[in-house]
T-cell receptor
């Protein structure tokens, strides 16, 4: 149980286009989901906390207008990278928090390459 | 604020060697502690967890004990395999008072390579 699906796993896009990444909790409901960014050989950087039915909470330094997060249901959160540029190329990972045990389960990640 | 300090890698071992990856933390309150593993090209998987002092988490031959007196949660395995090659992350979950926005505080990760 506690499976999180992330889609797509890999996306290549042109500079200036927008990319949407989906994160789904397949067998549990998640009031809270998290979005991370991981640079090569580095730890995860929390970008934002996504709460169902309310606005996401962004970490300091993360542009909310650039990284749009929508958490419209208890099983789906989306991250849209708007007007992507090469510096946005990275590995993006989502997680969904299973309560009340307070464990985060992770998607397999999305590798974004912006040309 | 809360923080996690993890031993730097990379760690290279021969198959069947004993593994220890050190993790210490600073936290107010009573955090839960986790070890996650990331295999090459994949997302993170929960390896084991402990929610209170003296708890021992275990999975796939790995163990870690929540030591409040030394604020540590070291990961150990008695005999590693080539398939254990991955990056291991220590993390703590911050205070329950944070409500829905409870976050994981991450260590920097330790890369493990096991040679046949």
């Amino acid at each position: 149980g506690a499976v999180v699906s992330q889609h797509p796993s890999w996306v290549i896009c042109k500079s200036g286009t927008s990319v949407k990444i989906e994160c789904r909790s397949l067998d549990f409901q998640a009031t809270t989901m998290f979005w991370y960014r991981q640079f090569p050989k580095q730890s995860l950087m929390l970008m934002a906390t996504s709460n169902e039915g309310s606005k996401a909470t962004y970490e300091q330094g993360v542009e909310k207008d650039k990284f749009l997060i929508n958490h419209a249901s208890l099983t789906l959160s989306t991250l849209t990278v708007t007007s992507a540029h090469p510096e946005d190329s990275s590995f993006y990972i989502c997680s969904a928090r299973l309560t009340p045990v307070n464990i985060q389960y992770f998607g397999a990640g999305t590798r974004l390459s912006v040309l | 604020g809360d923080s996690v300090t993890q031993m730097e890698g990379p760690v290279t071992l021969s198959e069947e060697a004993f593994l220890t990856i050190n993790c210490t933390y600073t936290a107010t309150g009573y955090p839960s502690l986790f070890w996650y593993v990331q295999y090459p090209g994949e997302g993170l998987q929960l390896l084991l967890k402990a929610t209170k002092a003296d708890d021992k988490g275990s999975n796939k031959g790995f163990e870690a004990t929540y030591r409040k007196e030394t604020t540590s949660f070291h990961l150990e395995k008695g005999s590693v395999q080539v398939s254990d090659s991955a990056v291991y992350f220590c993390a703590l979950s911050d205070s329950p008072n944070a409500g829905n926005n409870r976050k994981l505080i991450w260590g920097l990760g330790t890369s493990l390579a096991v040679n046949p």
